[in-house]
């Protein structure tokens, strides 16, 4: 079904298409890569940015069935130093079966797909950080059951990659989304456009907000690191703006439930974005999120290199 697929963004993707990847995940969790799927293919594994979980998660998942994943950092190869994005795209398109990007750009991504005539990923651009936010809706769904009318809220830098993809995810499968954050954050008026149609057709409410009352009834409370890779220099300015924000005991007891789970795409500021007893309490489930990470991938993987039905 989506065989010789790239994911750059989930704007590309319909509901069925995502739908089919969270079932996917969960069968392949179960499995415990038990199977070979991977023997043969090779995929190559760009990062111009630091990455644990998103490396990890595709070397592990792809290795495990018999793979061969190559990591490529940009301070050892020649994209972006001496040769074009396109060039290095038709090289590698000739020798691996899967490309997966980090970095900066979204451009970037999107001309590794049109040049290399491979699937290519998207581990994390400034934009959009789509592998994170399958593995998100999978844990929500673990936790609190059909992810269609739940109530997810992202706190926090609202314009960041991780709130733009649960905007875009959240808005298509019929997630209540809420983004809370200063209007100084906010995510860009087009794709916010973009996902209310979405969240029309799919009956949830998108819903961006300054006040962190509106967390009242999650069934999830989100959040991320309040300066992004590759925005360090904001790191100050962003601690006084989002102060008001963290995820706190006093925060999460403003959903008016006990159920409310925590998650993180991680990794943590403990102290910052959120407080130690939250992250490390009982409504925590990022150790599961990160775990996620790496099914999801896997079931990726599978499906757009059309080995799912192996
Ligand atoms: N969540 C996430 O993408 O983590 P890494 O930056 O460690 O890959
Ligand atoms: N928004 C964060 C996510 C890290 C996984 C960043 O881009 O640094």
Known sequence: MLKGRSLLTWLDYTPEEI???????????????????????TLALLFEKRSTRTRCAFETAFGEEGGHPVFLSTDDIQLGAKESIEDTARVLGRMFNA????????????????????????G????????????????????????????????????????????????????????ITPPSLNPDPALLAQCKA??????????VSADTAAVSGADA??????????????????ASLLKPYQVNSHLMEQTGRADTIFLHCLPAIRGEEVSAEIIDGPQSRVWDEAENRKHTI?????????????
């Open 19 to 41: 739908r089919y990847l969270l079932d996917l995940s969960k069968k392949i969790k179960a499995q415990r890569g038990a199977l070979q799927r991977f023997s043969g293919k």
């Open 99 to 122: 490309i997966q990007f980090r970095g900066f750009k979204q451009s970037t991504v999107q001309t590794l797909a049109e040049y290399s005539g491979v699937p290519v990923y998207n």
């Open 124 to 179: 994390l651009t400034d934009d959009f950080h789509p592998t994170q936010a399958l593995a998100d809706m999978l844990t929500i769904e673990e936790s609190c059951g059909s992810i269609t009318g739940k109530h997810l809220v992202f706190i926090g830098d609202g314009r960041n990659n991780v709130a733009r993809s649960l905007v875009v995810i959240g808005s298509k499968l019929g997630v209540h989304t809420t983004i």
């Open 198 to 207: 979405f969240a029309l057709l799919s009956g949830s409410r998108l819903t």
């Open 221 to 238: 409370v989100y959040t991320d690191v309040w300066a992004s890779m590759g925005e360090e220099a904001k790191k100050a300015q962003r």
């Open 298 to 310: 896997k079931a990726l993987m599978l499906a757009t290199l059309g080995l799912d039905n192996q």
